[in-house]
């Protein structure tokens, strides 16, 4: 599945919590957010495990020391004894690409996808600010 050109207003109310926690920082609320976003489209998509995890080892940075290493190494790395992944349940944030398409594959996030990955699964929701709408 994947929608284009979807403004804040129209998004799932899952995805505006996501900008919130990307945001975490310099917003308190999501009407905060809706004014940092009123002019933004974002891309909405649901990904495969397989997918994202491929999308994952594509965008390995060279600074990782994980290119030419397999998801499940890095994941194991990653996820270590399990204790800092919590399991997100029925809850299924999406992940935000990275805004920087020259660098890794996401820019918030990553615990959540370690812990889809963890958790078995079937799906990661992801949301993309849509080019140039940054």
Same mark, same amino acid.
């Given at each position: 599945?994947?929608?284009? @050109?979807?403004?804040?207003?129209?998004?799932?109310?899952?995805?505006?919590?996501?900008?919130?926690?990307?945001?975490?920082?310099?917003?308190?609320?999501?009407?905060?957010?809706?004014?940092?976003?009123?002019? &933004?489209?974002? &891309?909405?998509?649901?990904?495969? #495990? +397989?997918?994202?995890?491929?999308?994952?080892?594509? *965008?390995?940075?060279? /600074?990782?020391?994980? +290119? %030419?290493?397999?998801?499940?190494?890095?994941?194991? !790395?990653?996820?270590?004894? %399990?204790?800092? #992944? =919590? @399991?997100?349940?029925?809850?299924?944030?999406?992940?935000?690409?990275?805004? !920087?398409?020259?660098?890794?594959?996401?820019?918030?996030? /990553?615990?959540?996808?370690?812990?889809?990955?963890?958790?078995?699964?079937?799906?990661? =929701?992801?949301? *993309?600010? +849509?080019?140039?709408?940054?």
């Amino acid at each position: 599945m994947k929608q284009y @050109n979807v403004p804040f207003h129209k998004l799932p109310i899952t995805y505006k919590k996501a900008l919130l926690e990307l945001h975490y920082m310099e917003c308190e609320t999501l009407e905060d957010v809706q004014k940092l976003y009123h002019d &933004t489209l974002f &891309t909405l998509e649901i990904l495969s #495990i +397989q997918e994202s995890t491929k999308r994952c080892m594509e *965008r390995m940075p060279e /600074w990782s020391g994980y +290119q %030419g290493k397999t998801f499940e190494e890095y994941h194991a !790395d990653y996820v270590g004894d %399990g204790t800092h #992944i =919590p @399991n997100h349940g029925d809850s299924m944030y999406p992940v935000i690409e990275n805004l !920087d398409m020259e660098d890794e594959w996401l820019s918030d996030g /990553w615990h959540r996808f370690h812990s889809y990955v963890k958790n078995k699964k079937e799906h990661v =929701p992801l949301l *993309r600010f +849509q080019e140039g709408r940054i």
